[in-house]
């Protein structure tokens, strides 16, 4: 099980480790994003540095006035919301591919969501909470692609999901700058028992479309593979289903595990559903059967190592599975 991963291209807002960006000229040490580095190849930016607001600056925050947001600066009263608009539209579209985005929780500009929406400029509290500008236009226009805040990373199932998702559409982008269809074939392949925890409906559209590959030229196959994959990836898989798939892979060691080691692998299978244990526990016994018993199609499967085990970490934030 030694796999090459590819290196995912993941957007930061850059005062997330990168540069003393912030209001007030500070920096954040996100554990997570310092970790990331080695692996991802990172791009970022400061939507409030590049509209020319400068370090340290006055607070910016939104504003919601008939109907409409807007960004305004809290001491000089200033309107920025052209400006923030105007940089987020060309930025986002001079963008290349991207395969996730790690985003400043709360933040005016990045955040995606609980923003603190203010009346106004005069009022402490705020009436709601909503999306910063840069964070809204990026939900809306790349809506399939793993998007997540620092704080929310914090999370284990959040993060175990961030992380799948990250290093299969690396994986899958990798194949598709030469798109040929036993690569393709060999992908679905490997991806089975992942696909399987994620959705056993696009598990099965996504095998329909490699076995009709005959059928259509291959750039076109991989557009729909493409497509219905991050539709595949969009939601955390359920919990039973993830189980489901172990459950599976057990099957395949029925006759060669003893009755007490598979009763410390079931026991283990209901820590994981009460949420004592990552999924990286229950996952990481079967390896080590497949491993020990040599078993060639399951060490071919992603749904065991998704991403790098480097990356796996029991840290939590302690909000459980139902942290949405
Ligand atoms: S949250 Fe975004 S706009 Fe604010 S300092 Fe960080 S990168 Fe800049």
Same mark, same amino acid.
């Given at each position: 099980? @030694?796999?090459?991963?590819?290196k995912?291209?993941?957007?930061?807002?850059?005062?997330?480790?990168?540069?003393?960006? !912030?209001?007030n000229?500070?920096?954040?040490?996100?554990?997570?994003?310092?970790k990331?580095?080695p692996?991802?190849? #990172?791009?970022?930016?400061?939507?409030? @540095?590049?509209?020319?607001?400068?370090?340290?600056?006055?607070?910016?925050?939104?504003?919601?006035?008939?109907?409409? #947001?807007?960004?305004?600066q809290?001491?000089?009263?200033?309107?920025?919301?052209?400006?923030?608009? *105007? %940089?987020?539209?060309d930025?986002?579209?001079?963008?290349?591919? $991207?395969?996730? %985005?790690?985003?400043?929780?709360?933040?005016?500009?990045?955040?995606?969501?609980?923003?603190k $929406?203010?009346?106004?400029?005069?009022?402490?509290?705020? $009436?709601?909470?909503?999306?910063?500008? /840069?964070?809204? *236009?990026?939900?809306?226009?790349?809506?399939?692609?793993?998007?997540?805040?620092?704080?929310?990373?914090?999370?284990?199932?959040?993060?175990?999901? /961030?992380?799948?998702?990250?290093?299969?559409?690396?994986?899958?982008?990798?194949?598709?700058?030469?798109?040929?269809? +036993?690569?393709?074939?060999?992908?679905?392949?490997?991806?089975? %028992?992942?696909?399987? *925890?994620y959705?056993?409906?696009?598990?099965?559209?996504?095998?329909?479309?490699?076995?009709?590959?005959?059928? +259509?030229? *291959?750039?076109?196959?991989f557009?729909?593979?493409?497509?219905?994959?991050?539709?595949?990836?969009? +939601?955390?898989?359920?919990?039973?289903?993830?189980?489901? $798939?172990?459950?599976?892979?057990?099957?395949?060691?029925? +006759?060669?595990?003893?009755?007490?080691?598979?009763?410390?692998?079931?026991?283990?299978?209901?820590? #994981?559903? !009460?949420?004592?244990? =990552?999924?990286?526990? =229950?996952?990481?016994?079967? !390896?080590?059967?497949?491993?020990? %018993?040599?078993?060639?199609?399951?060490?071919?499967?992603?749904f065991?190592?998704? #991403? =790098?085990?480097?990356?796996?970490?029991?840290?939590? @934030?302690?909000?459980?599975?139902?942290?949405?």
């Amino acid at each position: 099980m @030694s796999i090459n991963f590819p290196k995912p291209a993941i957007f930061s807002s850059r005062c997330l480790g990168f540069d003393r960006c !912030r209001w007030n000229g500070e920096i954040i040490r996100d554990r997570f994003v310092e970790k990331l580095k080695p692996y991802v190849s #990172y791009i970022t930016t400061c939507p409030e @540095s590049e509209i020319g607001l400068g370090v340290p600056r006055d607070p910016v925050r939104v504003v919601s006035r008939n109907n409409s #947001y807007m960004l305004m600066q809290l001491n000089t009263e200033k309107d920025l919301t052209e400006k923030m608009n *105007a %940089f987020v539209s060309d930025y986002i579209a001079s963008m290349k591919e $991207v395969d996730g %985005f790690i985003l400043k929780d709360r933040s005016p500009s990045c955040g995606i969501k609980d923003v603190k $929406v203010y009346a106004g400029l005069s009022h402490s509290s705020p $009436v709601k909470k909503g999306s910063g500008f /840069f964070g809204a *236009a990026v939900s809306k226009k790349f809506s399939g692609i793993a998007i997540e805040t620092e704080a929310r990373l914090t999370n284990f199932t959040i993060r175990e999901h /961030f992380l799948a998702r990250i290093f299969t559409r690396a994986g899958f982008r990798k194949l598709k700058g030469k798109p040929l269809v +036993k690569n393709l074939v060999r992908f679905h392949t490997e991806n089975k %028992f992942l696909l399987m *925890a994620y959705s056993q409906k696009h598990l099965k559209l996504m095998g329909n479309i490699v076995a009709n590959s005959k059928r +259509k030229p *291959a750039k076109e196959m991989f557009a729909e593979y493409e497509s219905k994959l991050t539709e595949a990836l969009a +939601k955390t898989p359920k919990f039973t289903s993830v189980i489901n $798939v172990l459950m599976h892979a057990l099957g395949y060691f029925a +006759k060669k595990l003893k009755s007490e080691e598979k009763k410390f692998f079931l026991n283990t299978l209901e820590e #994981y559903r !009460r949420e004592q244990v =990552p999924l990286s526990v =229950p996952v990481n016994i079967m !390896r080590s059967y497949i491993i020990r %018993f040599n078993e060639g199609y399951l060490s071919q499967q992603t749904f065991f190592e998704p #991403y =790098p085990k480097e990356l796996t970490e029991i840290k939590d @934030s302690g909000e459980g599975r139902s942290y949405k």
